[in-house]
Nanobody, 115 residues
Framework: QVLVEESGGGLVQPGGSLRLSCTAS????????MGWYRQAPGKQREFVAE???????NYGNSVKGRFLISKDNAKNTISLQMNNLKPEDTAVYYC?????????WGQGTQVTVSS
């Protein structure tokens, strides 16, 4: 049993910042990677960012230079610092964990960027 939970979503104005957090709990195996995906209404799920056990990081092209992912292995937690937010960043953000070849997903947290 593995539970992945996101938090920190909400409403923010364009140009503002928001920080998302994700914690994995339960019967956890060794970490391979954790990251974030997002899905806007009418669009397919999009890769945002991921961080590996060795701390290597990848970002989606649409968020490079604006978002920063970080991890705390001891707490099984990752964060996503989102800066200079744009209306097109509006989406449900999902936390993703890969451990021992298995994938786990959170239920998502809504981020809305609007005046």
């Amino acid at each position: 049993q593995v539970l992945v939970e996101e938090s920190g979503g909400g409403l923010v104005q364009p140009g503002g910042s928001l920080r998302l957090s994700c914690t994995a709990s339960g019967s956890l195996s060794s970490l391979y990677a954790m990251g974030w995906y997002r899905q806007a209404p009418g669009k397919q799920r999009e890769f945002v960012a991921e961080v590996y056990e060795n701390s290597m990081i990848n970002y989606g092209n649409s968020v490079k230079g604006r978002f920063l992912i970080s991890k705390d292995n001891a707490k099984n937690t990752i964060s996503l610092q989102m800066n200079n937010l744009k209306p097109e960043d509006t989406a449900v953000y999902y936390c993703h964990r890969i451990s021992f070849g298995r994938d786990y997903w959170g239920q998502g947290t809504q981020v809305t960027v609007s005046s």
